[in-house]
């Protein structure tokens, strides 16, 4: 399979816990980007990467969320101190240059 | 400030029963329009991007059209297995993001 993977598919965790979540991108791609989905809504951009680059932060992404991509490859995004309101299926997408992205299966968290 | 609107929210047609989605937008330099498909608990899946006023693709029973303000998908003899949320998102000159809008919930009754 040559897509975009996320690992976990499913979360739940309490109130105040950390939790990561990681993207493998479709390999030859060299843009990385988080996406944050609430029920009946769109996809919500939260941050991308060019390469291990991280080029921009949503306004939405809050001091408790930080994402890296060491090198150049895959991806991770933490959350810190969770809060229900982070309940959300995590999209992560990648593209060449800024061509059309692909997105994974996502990562379904609840925070109790 | 780049946005999408979808409508309508919501669509039933029974199978057989042709139909098209509407995509409004606005963007500073159109750099791609978007459309996927997205299945209950799962990513979207990439069908079409356009790049310029006029242009049309075709992918089985779906065909994409585009002008200056507004994309439509068109579905033809849609079948139950057509049924899914269909997001549009524009991408703009000014950056490398791409704007959602909030998807139309599809639902192809047999």
């Known amino acids: 399979d040559t897509g975009v993977s996320q690992d976990p598919r499913h979360k739940i965790t309490k109130r105040g816990q950390n939790v990561t979540f990681r993207c493998d991108p479709i390999?030859?791609?060299?843009?990385l980007y988080w996406y944050r989905q609430t029920l009946g809504q769109g996809p919500e951009f939260l941050t991308y990467?060019?390469?291990?680059?991280?080029?921009?932060k949503s306004r939405l992404l809050s001091d408790r969320f930080s994402a890296e991509r060491p090198k150049g490859s895959f991806s991770t995004l933490e959350i810190q101190r969770t809060e229900q309101g982070d309940s959300a299926m995590y999209l992560c997408?990648?593209?060449?240059?800024?061509?059309?992205?692909?997105f994974g299966p996502g990562t379904r968290l609840t925070v109790l | 400030e780049d946005q999408v609107t979808q409508s309508p929210e919501a669509l039933r047609l029974q199978e057989g029963e042709s139909s098209s989605l509407n995509c409004s937008y606005t963007?500073?330099?159109?750099?791609?329009l978007f459309w996927y498909r997205q299945d209950p608990g799962k990513g979207p899946e990439f069908l079409f991007t356009?790049?310029?006023a006029g242009e049309e693709k075709e992918k089985e029973r779906l065909k994409a059209t585009l002008t200056k303000k507004e994309s439509f998908l068109h579905i033809t003899a849609p079948k139950p297995e057509d049924s899914a949320t269909y997001l549009c998102?524009?991408?703009?000159?000014?950056?490398?993001?791409?704007?959602f809008g909030k998807g139309t919930r599809l639902h192809i009754l047999p």
């Open positions: 963007v500073s330099g159109l750099r791609g």
């Open positions: 990467f060019q390469n291990e680059a991280q080029l921009e």
């Open positions: 997408a990648s593209s060449q240059s800024t061509d059309t992205q692909y």
């Open positions: 998102a524009v991408g703009g000159n000014r950056d490398d993001k791409i704007i």
């Open positions: 390999s030859e791609h060299n843009r």
């Open positions: 356009l790049y310029s």
